[in-house]
């Protein structure tokens, strides 16, 4: 029995919408907390709400879900101690799981056999600076780097850090943008003129059910 606990925000069962995973059924762990505050974020309601959940709790819960695929998100998972464990928990129970992460916290002790999804905040969500550069060296082929652009400031900020880092020789390599606040045409444009080595991703979800929470 593991009695950890673990704040958690919500628990459900859908289509994943983003990374390169879109399109398939997933169980999601949302976690409560976060460490930043950006501009654009469609989960406030994760910063403070949920419930202290116990590892054995919350694997009896997603066992009645018809899937092995699990996304640990948030909020900010790896503000909590008990997310590793979480998390190597589900590996050993054959899940295979992805974590997604703001990337301004360490992923050098994440289980090897997690996929993550590292978000690199762009200037229109305020959060810019809190991008942990370090994580770069942990990346795994794996692994996925997300940019969420909102402008054309946002797109080149991305491609500065691309190519400086050659991003897209260590890891999947996601240019996302905000719903609602630009047109995916120009997304595209800008990638195609460029040459950008990234894939476009349009938030499936939101396309499938809109701003419906649990979706």
Request: proline fraction near 2%; charge should be positive; glycine fraction near 8%.
């Amino acid at each position: 029995m593991i009695k950890q606990k673990i704040k958690i925000n919500e628990i459900f069962f859908s289509i994943q919408g983003e990374s390169s995973y879109a399109g398939l059924p997933f169980i999601f762990i949302r976690l409560s907390g976060c460490n930043l505050r950006c501009d654009y974020c469609d989960t406030k309601y994760a910063y403070q709400d949920g419930e202290e959940l116990s590892i054995d709790t919350i694997l009896q819960r997603i066992e009645r879900f018809p899937s092995k695929n699990v996304e640990v998100t948030g909020g900010e998972p790896l503000m909590q101690s008990g997310t590793v464990a979480l998390m190597d928990t589900l590996i050993n129970n054959g899940y295979r799981v992805l974590l997604e992460t703001n990337g301004s916290l360490d992923i050098s002790g994440v289980n090897s056999g997690v996929i993550r999804i590292v978000d690199i905040k762009c200037p229109s969500s305020g959060e810019h600076k809190s991008f942990d550069f370090k994580n770069i060296n942990h990346l795994k082929s794996s692994d996925e780097i997300k940019f969420v652009i909102a402008s054309k400031l946002d797109y080149n900020y991305a491609k500065r850090i691309i190519f400086d880092y050659n991003l897209n020789k260590i890891c999947i390599v996601i240019i996302s943008g905000v719903h609602k606040k630009i047109p995916t045409y120009k997304i595209a444009d800008w990638m195609l003129r460029d040459g950008l080595d990234a894939r476009l991703q349009i938030q499936l979800h939101k396309q499938i059910w809109g701003e419906k929470r649990g979706k």
